[in-house]
């Protein structure tokens, strides 16, 4: 089993920066893709950044320019970068990634428990 566990939430004020991380362990056999989800109370869960096992990297509109993701392969860590924090950037931010457990097993999207992030006025 893959587990995903996210670090660095936190509560800042608007303008202000926090870093996620999101280190994969357990059995993995193959990661590829990682990236980081959010979601804010009655809204759904939306994708924030993605980036592949070379470093090719994704944004949602509304955080291009502001956030950065990164990841260590020799760890097995994502990283996000969020700085000029937005009221509207509050919600729960969930790291996900794609990886199996055998070389020759499926491939699976695994999912962390998601920490929180709170952006004050």
């Known amino acids: 089993q893959v587990q995903l566990v996210e670090s660095g939430g936190g509560l800042v004020q608007a303008g202000g920066s926090l870093r996620l991380s999101c280190a994969a362990s357990g059995r993995i056999s193959s990661l590829a893709d990682m990236g980081w989800y959010r979601q804010a109370p009655g809204k759904q869960r939306e994708m924030v950044a993605l980036?592949?096992?070379?470093?090719?990297?994704n944004y949602a509109d509304s955080v291009n320019g502001r956030f950065t993701i990164s990841r260590d392969n020799a760890k097995n860590t994502v990283y996000l970068q969020m700085n000029s924090l937005k009221v509207e950037d509050t919600a729960v931010y969930y790291c996900?990634?794609?990886?199996?457990?055998?070389?020759?097993?499926?491939?699976?999207?695994?999912w962390g428990q998601g920490t929180q992030v709170s952006v004050s006025s």
């Open positions: 996900k990634a794609h990886a199996r457990e055998r070389y020759s097993g499926p491939w699976g999207d695994y």
């Open positions: 980036i592949t096992n070379s470093g090719r990297s």
